[in-house]
């Protein structure tokens, strides 16, 4: 295997587990600056390390985070798609479907317990009670929470598509701030 086979498949694999901008990644990247000599020891000296955090689960963590972030990520694009296609009472119910996944998913991270049982406002009064966010935050969420529960009930006369369309965009810049 040649040295440029070698930075390639390790480098997509790093960028692949840990993401592009992880730390390993941009590190491995920056090696290939030395000599050949340099570079490779580098370069095995972050494989390694690498190889310590998922022994040790340190890196499993972040890779969950980024295909949780892919999926909701998704998940908002189809809402976003229903929406501009004319049908914001879906795109409602999936975004706040997705919401209350992401609050699921992301607790551990924030000491949080939540169980499959947990509705969207169960999820957001244990993260404003614990101060994950502020007061404001809280009750924009209920807000969306509202939204959502509205389009799940069919009761289409008591929210508006441009209430959809922020819903939305707050979502949407919401997250990462939660995922995080």
Not at 33 to 45: R, S
Not at 159 to 177: H, I, K, Q, W
Request: glycine share 8%.
């Amino acid at each position: 295997m040649s040295m440029a086979e070698f930075q390639a498949q390790a480098h997509a694999c790093l960028a692949g587990l840990l993401g592009a901008q992880s730390v390993y990644a941009n590190r491995f990247v920056a090696a290939e600056k030395g000599g050949q000599e340099t570079q490779l020891e580098t370069q095995l000296g972050i494989l390694r390390a690498v190889r310590d955090d998922v022994l040790n689960g340190r890196a499993l963590e972040t890779a969950h985070t980024l295909v949780a972030a892919e999926i909701f990520d998704d998940l908002f694009d189809q809402a976003t798609h229903l929406k501009k296609a004319g049908y914001h009472v879906a795109a409602a119910s999936l975004c706040g479907a997705a919401l209350e996944a992401a609050m699921r998913d992301a607790a551990p991270r924030h000491n949080l317990s939540a169980r499959a049982t947990d509705d969207l406002s169960t999820l957001n009064q244990k993260y404003g009670a614990a101060g994950v966010y502020t007061i404001v935050r809280r009750k924009e969420v209920e807000v969306w929470a509202g939204v959502r529960n509205q389009a799940d009930h069919g009761h289409v006369d008591q929210f508006t598509p441009e209430d959809v369309t922020a819903m939305l965009a707050g979502v949407r810049s919401f997250l990462p701030t939660l995922l995080g």
